[in-house]
């Protein structure tokens, strides 16, 4: 079984110039990106751009739970059966459903994988930086409608808590944070041990009291037995599954004699990228762990956005939003034929 393995840079490769806006880390050849540069980009790139398409679709992407319930009518062929009044229903001998006014307030956590296969990367970002993208553009998008978020971080070394609030100012001390998790000594890279997503969703779920819609950013590259834990967290909240990944952890292309490197435990190994049997293996077993890992989540109940260090957020977004409203169609089409 292949273990996520980090390409390892040659000692005379130049280092890449820091992006624009970015500040520079501790580890001196990574630069760090600074939140507030970050967070106007996506403003002007990606939330700008959301913000139309959302005025419909804010209510299928994010629900919030408290419900009051508002009047009686009688039952239509569009209606959810879950709210049929039954004691009603037999008094009038008509069916007859309730109607709820919802309570739009939201709070929303991002529970955040930042250990060490984060920081792998074959395009323009990794997937530590994809993590910090995704959870600015959300974060604003919540803070926004006047919802609040919180965040549960687990770095390499450590964990951190961002209580919740809402805000701009909100928003930018969550990627300031994300950013502040990658300042760690080049010597603690390779801790020895691999991440263990159990624990984190098992912490998430003691921290998180309240009803809440849990974002779980990871490219759930763990140890295993983490699945009982996300389907115990999924029954009291509406989690959404993010998983990153980069292409060339499913596709190793020919580079030749190259030196792998596992990103969490230092585990190295010297491959022939050239031998064509090498790469179908990788591929077979990148394939096989993705099936599962998609299995895993459907039996959880989760549903799962996709993201790709190469692929544009912006699309990635819509398309996880039709397919929320999709599910949430069928759904309802599903139980109006029952009740048929």
């Known amino acids: 079984m292949f273990k996520f393995l980090q390409l390892r840079r040659s000692k005379e490769a130049a280092p890449a110039a820091p992006a624009a806006g970015a500040a520079t880390g501790a ?19 990606v939330i700008r751009r959301l913000d139309g398409l959302l005025q419909g679709d804010y209510r299928t992407l994010l629900r919030g739970f408290g419900l ?6 009688e039952y239509q062929a569009h209606d959810d059966v879950r709210y049929i009044d039954w004691n009603v229903t037999a008094r009038m001998e008509v069916p007859y459903v309730r109607e709820f006014q919802e309570d739009r307030e939201v709070t929303a956590w991002f529970v955040l994988d930042l250990s060490g296969s984060v920081d792998f990367g074959s395009t323009r970002l990794r997937k530590r930086e994809l993590s910090a993208e995704l959870a600015g553009v959300l974060a604003r998008v919540l803070t926004r409608h006047g919802n609040r978020v919180g965040a549960l971080l687990h770095g390499r070394e450590r964990d951190e808590v961002i209580p919740v609030r809402g805000g ?12 502040a998790m990658q300042g760690q000594p080049a010597q603690a890279k390779a801790t020895g041990k691999t991440t263990d997503l159990g624990a984190l969703l098992q912490r998430a779920q003691q921290l998180i009291k309240r009803r809440s819609v849990v974002f ?19 029954r009291r ?18 580079l030749g004699l190259v030196v792998l490197q596992d990103a969490e435990t230092g585990e190295q190994l010297f491959v022939d990228t050239q031998d ?21 989540l459907g039996r959880a109940g989760v549903d ?20 929320r409203k999709r599910r949430s169609r069928l759904a309802a089409g599903a139980l109006a034929t029952a009740v048929g």
């Open 27 to 45: 580890e001196g050849d990574r630069p760090r990106f600074d939140a507030e540069t970050l967070l106007r980009r996506l403003e002007w790139t």
């Open 68 to 73: 009051d319930l508002a009047d009686l009518r």
């Open 168 to 179: 701009r100012a909100q928003v930018l001390r969550l990627i300031d944070r994300i950013a």
């Open 216 to 234: 779980v950013v990871s490219d759930f590259i763990s140890s295993p037995g983490w699945e009982q834990a996300l389907g115990l967290l999924a």
């Open 237 to 254: 909240h509406e989690v959404v599954a993010v998983r990153l990944y980069d292409p060339m952890e499913q596709d190793l292309p020919p």
């Open 276 to 296: 064509s049997g090498f790469r179908q293996r990788f591929a077979a077993q990148a394939q096989a762990r993705e099936q599962n890992l998609r299995e895993t």
């Open 304 to 323: 799962c956005l996709e993201l790709a260090t190469d692929a544009d957020l912006h699309q990635a977004l819509l398309r996880f939003i039709d397919l």
